[in-house]
């Protein structure tokens, strides 16, 4: 997020996107709500009618896939009417003319054919989006789970620096996080590409610091695979081993027969993680590790707040900490590893971590701060790219629409969207565990509107088998306002009716993501 949670109240206008944040981000969804009590306007522009809708000034419905189209939609309205902040495209940002090209040939009327928005809603969302004096971007998987995914997330920073929101109070551009360390795993080098704090693995200068700091030679500078990347190559016999920690790809990986054959081909599988899962079942060897309540250290959520978390309770059976274990691997495989505590490994992050540099346990022992933070004198950063941008002048990339890498035809005429219900989290190992949560939220169900119920001919609740090209799943339909006519919603929680056996293994060419958001689908009552 360049900007923090509680910045949204501060917003004029609120954009959310790709985004059910009631049930996904249930506590932010309160500052949101509190926004609009205060007379903020407020903006849903999602595939389904989700309940925060209910709040929102006007709800716009785009067909899944096509958010560049009504963002590109909406700059061109900005443009045309002349709305764009001049000054902050002048001394802030570069490549305008390029954008303002491509923007062209998205009229509303252009924009109305491919995503069905109404054009006077998208004249009426631009024109209150540029005239704010801060408006406020939030969004999640939404946008992010697509082939287009990278191109959805540009084009969203495109809009916010063509209103010259960014930088500023209630503006920016907020991803909103799904777990609370997320951040804090990505800003701890847990991505292929990186080491700490986004520093590439191809800097020779950052390489050649670490190699002195942690007294080893020849790091490499070639970046590793991404977790969808690591499937495929497992599925095709390159790939041999792999360890996994804290994830059960076996209900939240795409096209999950696939992500079978890729695990069952492997030599060797490690799991670590809290509880028993889909994933553990299929692992040669189970490293039981602590949950968050039973360890020490920090957690870094969405607005980059660096938090302490203490321990609570004791760690159950012979479960360890996962720093210990990966220490104990690592010092095995002939690299010493030795930490006394968390505290220890802490202090090497701000040591080699330059935007955490100026944290301290005891600077953070009642509040966050947030990074970057690259001295103890410093107070942190709550707003980023108040004065520039980390490359210098932000840039607009000219960016066009790109269709689904999946249509509906005859044969598979629904189109299938996936998400999350209010009373689980991801693969529900943790929330299954939960009596109450299992009685609130007991089974998979395949969330229809009534005008398609009524074109299948079928009643509420009825068994269904769910195909795609991929695979099948048995489940109850369940008819719901939330739902429009043509596309169908299936929560991937439930491993008995994986909503992942349906969808679609492509990928985003920059992130790697794969389109959980839109695939085709048939329905057919179950006893057929």
């Not at 189209?69 to 900005?78: D, K, T, Y």
């Not at 069952?264 to 692992?283: C, G, R, Y």
């Not at 159950?316 to 691997?329: F, H, V």
């Not at 790219?385 to 210098?392: E, I, L, S, V, Y």
């Amino acid at each position: 997020m360049t900007n923090t949670i509680a910045d949204v109240e501060t917003s004029d206008v609120i954009l959310v996107t790709g985004s059910n944040t009631t049930e996904n981000h249930p506590v932010l969804s309160s500052f949101i709500k509190r926004a609009t009590l205060k007379g903020k306007k407020l903006y849903l522009i999602d595939p389904r009618r989700v309940t925060l809708a209910d709040h929102a000034d006007k709800w716009l419905r785009p067909l899944p896939g096509t958010d560049i189209a009504w963002i590109n939609g909406l700059m061109h309205v900005i443009i045309k009417e002349n709305l764009h902040d001049k000054n902050f495209i002048e001394t802030r940002t570069e490549n305008f003319n390029a954008l303002k090209k491509t923007v062209e040939k998205y009229s509303p009327d252009y924009v109305e054919t491919i995503t069905g928005i109404k054009k006077e809603d998208l004249i009426e969302v631009a024109r209150q989006f540029a005239n704010a004096p801060a408006a406020s971007i939030l969004y999640c998987m939404g946008i992010t789970q697509h082939i287009c995914g990278t191109d959805n997330v540009k084009s969203l920073a495109n809009l916010s620096m063509l209103g010259g929101h960014l930088g500023k109070p209630g503006g920016g551009v907020n991803p909103l996080r799904g777990q609370n360390n997320v951040q804090g795993a990505c800003d701890m080098g847990g991505l292929p590409n990186v080491f700490t704090a986004y520093q590439p693995v191809n800097n020779n200068d950052i390489r050649s610091n670490l190699e002195q700091f942690w007294k080893v030679k020849d790091l490499s500078p070639t970046p590793g695979l991404v977790a969808t990347e690591m499937f495929n190559k497992a599925h095709d016999g390159d790939l041999k081993a792999m360890f996994i920690i804290g994830e059960n790809p076996m209900i939240s990986d795409p096209d999950l027969n696939h992500a079978k054959k890729a695990l069952s081909n492997l030599d060797f599988l490690v799991v670590q993680d809290i509880f028993e899962t889909e994933t553990t079942q299929m692992a040669d060897v189970v490293l039981p590790s602590f949950c968050f309540a039973e360890k020490n250290g920090t957690f870094t959520n969405s607005e980059r707040r660096v938090q302490r978390v203490r321990k609570a309770v004791e760690a159950p059976g012979e479960a360890r900490r996962d720093w210990e274990i990966i220490c104990g691997i690592a010092t095995r495989m002939g690299y010493e590893m030795n930490y006394e505590n968390s505290h220890e490994i802490f202090k090497e992050i701000t040591e080699i971590t330059p935007s955490y540099k100026g944290i301290t346990w005891e600077r953070i022992d009642k509040i966050g701060i947030h990074w970057p933070c690259p001295s103890e004198t410093h107070q942190g950063t709550p707003i980023l790219h108040t004065t520039q941008f980390t490359r210098g002048k932000g840039l607009f990339h000219a960016i066009e629409h790109t269709p689904p890498a999946e249509q509906t035809d005859e044969k598979y005429p629904y189109i299938l969207t996936t998400g999350r219900v209010l009373y689980h989290y991801h693969t529900g190992t943790m929330t299954m565990k939960t009596e109450g949560l299992n009685q609130l939220s007991p089974e998979c169900f395949v969330e229809i509107s009534d005008k398609d119920l009524e074109k299948l001919g079928l009643d509420d609740n009825t068994m269904v088998n769910v195909f795609s090209r991929r695979g099948k799943i048995t489940a109850k339909l369940k008819v719901s306002t939330k739902a429009v006519e043509g596309t169908v919603f299936i929560p991937f929680h439930f491993a008995k009716a994986a909503a992942n056996k349906l969808t679609n293994g492509q990928l985003d060419p920059t992130a790697k993501i794969p389109e959980f958001k839109v695939c085709a689908i048939n329905i057919e009552p179950a006893s057929a």
